[in-house]
């Protein structure tokens, strides 16, 4: 801007008036460093004494370290200097020295040679977080990364990470937008896509099982359902979950691939809060803005700066996308239902979130909308190859999106920036879809397998010489009991009972009787 107005940045006293809200800066950076010192932590304890650069099937990458260092322009000036000598690059590589390097507890003085120095920020997770109110552009909350005295890298605009779910509203959204509604169901099973003449993609669900029930949309999306939103793809063609991608705001080329909606492109979390801002802002896309105002060294104002609108979805569907975002924490199953934990949902508060994770856990995304505004949050290392081992410890709801709530939280409770609790506001446009369709809850019937009643001491011993035994009724607890029934009282409803023919009792007999039948029976002569 000053080389197109013809100001000098440095010496004419231009003042600069940014949209960051500096209170809600100070939050985030809170969130963000008490979550990021936790997830460091337990990414050591779930690698130990392990080396964490893996492949894709887990075997360890031996000349990782090597491989980083020839990216460094250290590397080409020690190349330069011994003349493509690898011993004496080797030894350079591999020389400790002493140098100040990042620690959660505070900088920290090591000796490390560059290996070691390659070796240990690797290991090191990083975040990128915006937030915006999407109503006039204005970015509200940039953090770029962990500490930018060591890690000059802008993690939310200049890297660019693979979406994992959060990319799926955008095929919910081609589904809207191809007359389908959020109440429209497909049965959760295993699918097997045509990807070329000969290739097929069969994805599976994050919990490797398929439950082969129906669903509607709005519960596949809020459970993050693969096989449902790659059954939506098919149905609605990739290039066309690209092309509202596009329109809502991810600016990134996109492979329009049958694994499109499960987000295996990069996107970048500027991108993605932008999209995710459209539908908050009744279909109309803002471009997000970072300075409001310059004014001259006497506060004369030279310039404002409004951001650039433009309508690209209509309002009715606008407002149903919120409704599915909002599934993920209404719905059975709801990913974003780990919120719960924190001081967020009084006043009736609502919130819509998709979560997210790509393969092998190397990225872990929140997106996380209210009623005023939108954030993303991205977690990972960024070296691809390292990365947690499994969902409970990589996901995107154990990752970023406690930073997510942690930053609510004090955003909430802090008056003064006029962001309040309440519910999102209703619908000012007809909505001309069904929507309302509330989805059963499926309780599981563990009485067979988790009781007491399937015990040892409740199963009768049968014997080896026994065929067939009989095995005594075992009561069960969820039956209701039926009345005692008195002595000579008939139960109601019941046939009379078959009366039982009583054993006729044999006399008595006396000892005379007995002495006369011995000597009678001794009597009679042998057949």
Known sequence: ???????????DGLKI??????????????????QMKLLQRRLENVWGNENPWRTSDGNEILDFPEKAAQRLPYYDALKKKYTNNQDS???????????????????????????DSIKYYAKILNTGMMTMDPFNGHIKVWIGGIDHNYFNYDHVNQAKRQAGSTFKPFAYLAALEAG????????DKP?????????????KNSDWNFSWREMSLRAAMGKSVNSITAQITQQVGAENVVKYAHLSGIESDLQAVPSVSLGPNDVSVFEMVRAY??????????EPILVERITDQDGNVIEKFKSKQKRTLSEEIAWLMLYMLRGGMDEPGGTSQALWEWDLFKKNNQIGGKTGTSSDYVDGWYMGVTKDLVT???????????HFKSSETGEGSRTALPIFAKFMEKVYKDPKLGITLGPFPKPSVTITRVYQCPTPRYEEDTFDVDSLYIDSMLIPDVGSDTAIKAVPEIPNPLTPREPEIKTGQQPANRPPAATKAEPVKEEEKSRKQLREERRGNKAKPNN
Do not use: H
């Open 180 to 187: 389908m509604n959020p109440c429209d169901k497909l049965v």
């Open 277 to 286: 801002g459209t539908f908050l802002n009744k279909g109309i896309r803002s």
């Open 376 to 386: 993303g949050v991205w977690v990972g290392c960024d070296e691809r190859s390292v």
């Open 17 to 34: 008036y940014t949209t960051i809200d500096s209170r809600m800066q100070q939050y985030a950076q809170e969130a963000v460093n008490s």
């Open 89 to 115: 690059i080797d030894y350079y590589l591999n020389l400790p020295k002493k140098m100040k390097v990042f620690n959660w507890n505070g900088e920290k003085e090591v000796e490390y040679s560059t290996i």
């Open 1 to 11: 801007w000053c080389q197109e107005n013809g100001y000098n940045l440095d010496t």
């Open 191 to 203: 699918v097997r896509i045509p990807y070329g003449k000969t290739v097929y993609w069969e994805p």
